[in-house]
């Protein structure tokens, strides 16, 4: 119980005043980041079903459902906009965890502070709170819980409700119930992603969604278990072994000095995390020997395990099996010198210079690269070219990566090309900098209706 009792006294604590500057900057590119993806995938067919879905079933008007402008529950706006969140794969990653711990948070964090009427500050208390625990309960379950686990749908209850409490500011007794609650509703399978299903990112979105309830019944006084996340048939047991609690002192004794916020990963690509290194590798070969596609023979890529386990199809036939296959993405970055949204378009899956470099490409296994996963994500790429040469290069981290960050204009031009596919870039622009400016708004229920930016898609 002392696990859970420092939790919760994080939690409780927590304030914008106490928190370093660069936390709070960091805070509000994860929002931006967030934004980002979601509002790039509301072309989507789920994102339109889950439209259709809140709209059918209907709720009171408390939270906005992103990109649609359309207002509902609090509890619809969290699966909907953690779901789409996490729909296009360019939402962010904490590597040492195997988790995407934004599309679960912020959805949470964000429709309580419009539903709460909280101020900009506390929502940004609210993400950090649910960063800084859900990544450590992250890193501490892995890489072991990821062999059947979605991380995102899992964990994430846990970030969403730690964030959701914090925005709600529960009592230590509240959070702790919101903290068991959510813990025995979290799930999400890895058959989905094996599987070309639309599990995956509602993982996210349930998450967000179960943590979001986890707070508001806790809030009523409804009972969770206090010791549900260490407990001896306690969600980490149950998910990882017996062994992973041993973990729990190590990774959380330093909340509040450490923040694993700053770890975070910005996204480069659209596509699987598990092809990022591999891509650039790929990018750089072409950069560096000036390789056109019809040069090369053939490709062999060889990466970590895990990137084999959920990034290995060979023959990708949709855009989704695409961003988990590591060969299509290496073959695309080769084929048109980048990998962006364009590049997972029917034209570009049926691009016949694309189709020959799968047919040469070879995945393997690096068993020395495991040794080392989830801290770096070793890929290397060697291409043997038609004069009979071999060039290669290894990438141990991603671009993203905090070992490889980007610069504050690659984010804005990421944020920028997403956010426009719905809006103009004016009103692009006023969200880049009301982001930026967040800690000032009084009332987070008027962020986006007075912005007056959405449009009736």
Known sequence: MMFSKSVVNFVKELSFEKLPSDVVKQAKYCMLDWLGAVFGAFREVPASILREFVVDIGGCEQATLLPFGIRTSCLNAALVNGSLAHMIEYDDIFKEGIYHPGAPVIAAALAVAEYAKASGKKLIEGIVAGYEVSTRLAQAMNPEHYRYWHTTGTVGAIGAASAASKVLSLSEREIKWALGIAGTMAAGLQQT?????????????????????????????????????????????????????????????????????????????????????????????????????????????????????????????????????????????????????????????????????????????????????????????????????????????????????????????????????????????????????????????????????????
């Open 193 to 457: 992603l094996l599987e070309n299903a639309w599990g995956k990112p509602l993982h996210a979105g349930k998450a967000a969604f179960n943590g979001v309830m986890a707070a508001l019944l806790a809030k009523r006084g409804f009972v969770g278990a206090e010791a549900l996340l260490e407990g001896e048939k306690g969600f980490i047991r149950a998910m990882a072994g017996d062994e992973k609690v041993s973990k729990l002192g190590e990774l959380f004794g330093h909340l509040g000095r450490d923040f694993n916020i700053l770890k975070t990963t910005f996204k480069y690509y659209p596509s699987c995390g598990h092809t990022h290194s591999a891509i650039d590798a790929a990018l750089e070969l072409v950069r560096r020997h000036g390789i056109n596609h019809t040069m090369v023979e053939e490709i062999e890529i060889s990466t970590y395990s895990v990137a084999v386990d959920v990034a290995g199809r060979e023959k990708p036939m949709t855009s989704y099996e695409a961003k988990f296959s590591i060969a299509y993405c290496v073959a695309a970055a080769i084929r048109f010198g980048r990998v962006s949204l364009a590049q997972f378009e029917p034209c570009c899956l049926a691009d016949d210079g694309l189709r020959r470099l799968l047919s040469v490409t070879r995945v393997v296994r690096d068993l020395d690269a495991d040794k080392e996963f989830p801290r770096k994500r070793r890929s290397k790429v060697s291409l043997k070219l038609r004069n009979g040469s071999i060039v290669s290069t290894t990438s141990d981290y991603r671009r993203g990566d905090p070992e490889k960050p980007l610069t504050e204009e690659q984010m804005r031009e990421k944020f920028f090309s997403l956010v426009t596919l719905c809006v103009l870039e004016t009103k692009a622009n006023d969200l880049w900098n009301r982001v930026q400016s967040i800690d000032m708004e009084d009332n987070m229920s008027l962020f986006f209706s007075s912005l007056g930016f959405i449009k009736d898609i």
